[in-house]
């Protein structure tokens, strides 16, 4: 049914919200990628056939929505029952009667599912869970609540309310003034003001325009574009579509990575749903202005999120970046001026112009203005996905958000931007999230990923690791970062395998100001940020790779060893670290439970139960996981080159 | 026309024109390894990097390729600040790790000072600086036989698959343009190789030497080539062309000297 005028979309919304109102329950089942991991698929099923037995079903009022993420994904599969809002966690299909029974037949609830933890207790309602109610979602205001194929729903949920003001009843002009209002900048990490953008396209010459959306979400630990285009695809198309009309484009692009087939799948339907509610295609709302999009998957290079790359790659050609001394704005896709924004960007534009650039820009601090996504991942107890106003601290978002470090281990530092961006070591975690913030600290704000790190985390290892992954997606056009990123590669590897040698952290820095003021794109001139940041804040960590061929944190398995403590025992080392749990920090000696046995992968511990037991250093490849596994805090590790020198002793 | 300041020295070009041209007609000295002047700017091997500033700007000037820059009006250019010369040498030594044999980048890196690399040096020396002018000249030309192909480190220029490629003329403008002449090409017995493949060459009606590879007539023909023009070679067309000169100079008529001929 195509919806021709402004007032017919009114009188269409109202139908399908009043709808919505009267529903007498509605269980909203996490269908997003973590909770379908963990078999929220199942969970959908157990619920359709669970209600058709008790025979409840539409007419009594009763629905069951597959939905994007929720957020909490840690706790997943997750499950709300509407109205109420109560959410139930980790639920598995054998859970799905009880909950029919008690929270939709009746209005009790399963205590058992609530979510849990030892400050809140437990949580009957979503918005009292902790990591709900630190969070302002403007960008995921829908996303859990709405089905992503069904665009009355969207339309139910407000979608679409803000092309309806721009079409009808506000020039371009006006809309990219609303805009800038909003103080908007861009999600996709660099933060350039959208409203600026949009203006530059709008006046540049041509015939032609484009406006694309960026869904190339390529950094390792983020989701929340990829959450955006399977939970709320109809706020991108919204978005983009009122972009068009205030630059005076009719058409679009959206680059989706060809590894999110879901997001394709969601935003294919979503597209086909528009077309046919007259939300896209000719004539939009009886306003005479045209516009449609057509979606472009991209072959896995992570260079294709650099925005010229990912314009050459819709082109038909080879993903690689040009120099933007002549912005996209003024010769872009197919050299036609063109807008190209984060997808998270797109999506928080239907809101303001519905809700107005003002109230937006009430939100967040005086340059970073409204709300940020953040795919809150690493050692964290709730891993999910956040959205905070600008200027929230990264401890609320890590602690109160997040529910705190993994077990109660000390944190050591928050990754934010990918392998763009920086470590934040713990003592700077008072700092706002905001644009200038993060880059004056020496990381960014980047497309959003949090990566928390616990003690037990090497941050020469975490720069190797973010290096090894540019190396690997470097494009090799340009000379300091395909030959650069393989040098200082080679560098970092030696010193995590103990092989590092005096002068290293200098060839590391004079490579790096190489690489990030020759590189010809922003992949390798911020390549270098990992690095530069872990060693402006952990260069103790690097002199003790290099110096003393020890890996402060333990994880670097060519330079550490593990032993179990014993009673009276000699205290070879002075422990590098005391075993963390809960509050408690102990040191204690081994009781002979076997859980250690158990984790470790090459059987390298042996041991009656309930008699100490000990490591084979010959077997032992230093993977750490009987640390991680034991209970009392009986395994210590300390430098390899400590027991070289003490075995070179009892030779002796 | 813009005019810039070239280290210290005024220069006015025409509109269109790149930083690296101003400089040059500044009389500034920017090695560059990717860039021809027949071919589009590419910006890939880093070496023209200069110093640019406008007036209004505050704080430091930014680094840019001078090959794709525009020249604006107004723009002030430094070829040799600090900064660029210590990122170039960094490209520079980057470059001899790559290319420890090549005469071309030993060169190069011994004007900017460095004697050796100092860098883990390629296991396996190549010639190849990848500055990607092959398969640029080669698309220019209408062919595109040749590619990138990887990338990161293990980027390398390949025919399809590895295999001799279907689409090559053996024209030679691959080979031509190479900096550090990489593209290994043979030609004799009236055939040419070239990327493991062998072609057949044209004699040239004048001379009889061969002078283009029947691939390369064939594809030229189909592009609306007039037969003439595929008939002599490059030295008998020079000499056909002195001598309408003469002729005409001395009066005679094409015509009539054509008819001479």
Redo the contacts between chains.
Sequence with gaps: MRIESGGAFEAHRRRVAEARVARRKTVLVCCGTGCLANGSAAVLDAFATRLTARGLNAELGVFVKKTGCHGCCQRGPLVVVEPGGTLYTKVQPRDVAEIVEKSIEHDETVTRLLYTDRKAGACTCQGDVPFYKHQTRIALRNIGRLDPRDIDDAIAHGAYAGLVRAVGHMTPEQVIDEVERSGLRGRGGAGFPTARKWRACRTAPGDRRFVVCNGDEGDPGAFKDRSLMEGDPHAIIEGMTIGAFAVGAHEGFIYVRDEYPLAVSTLTTAIGQARDRGLLGTNILGSGFDFDLRLSRGGG?F?CGESSALMRSIEGK?GEP??K??HATTRGLFDCPTVLNNVETWSVVGQIIHRGGEWFARLGTPLSKGTKAFSLVGKVANTGLVEVPMGTSLRTIVEEVGGGVLDGRPLKAVQTGGPSGGCVPESLLDLPVDYERLTEAGSMMGSGGLIVMDDRTCMVEVARYFLRFL??????????C??????LL?IYEGIVAGRGRPGDVE?IR??A???R????CELGRSAVNPLLSTLRYFGEEYRAHIERRACPAGTCRELTAYEIVHDGHPGRSAGVNGKRRGARAVQRPCNGCHVCVAACPVGAIAGERKRPHTIDQERCIGCGACYDACRVGAIRFFPKSERVAADADAAC | MPTLRVDGVRVTVPAGATVLAAARAAGAEIPTLCHHEGLEPWGGCRLCLVEISKPGWTGEGKIVTSCNYPAEDGLVVRTSGERVVATRRVVVDLLLARCPGTPLVQRLAREHGIEEASYEVNPEPTDCVLCGLCTRACDRMGVSAIASVSRGASRAIAPPFNQPPPDCIGCLACAEVCPTGHIAWSEADGRRTIWGRVFEMQRCEGCGRPHLTAAQAGWARARGAAEQDLRLCDACKREQLARTLRAVSRGETVAAQAAAS
Excluded: F
Aim: with cysteine; charged share 25%.
């Design positions: 290079a260079v080879v040009r120099a001394y002549v190396t690997e997606e470097s494009c090799g056009k340009c000379t300091p395909r030959e650069g990123l393989k040098q080679a060839r004079t490579l100001e190489g690489i003021l020759g590189s010809l």
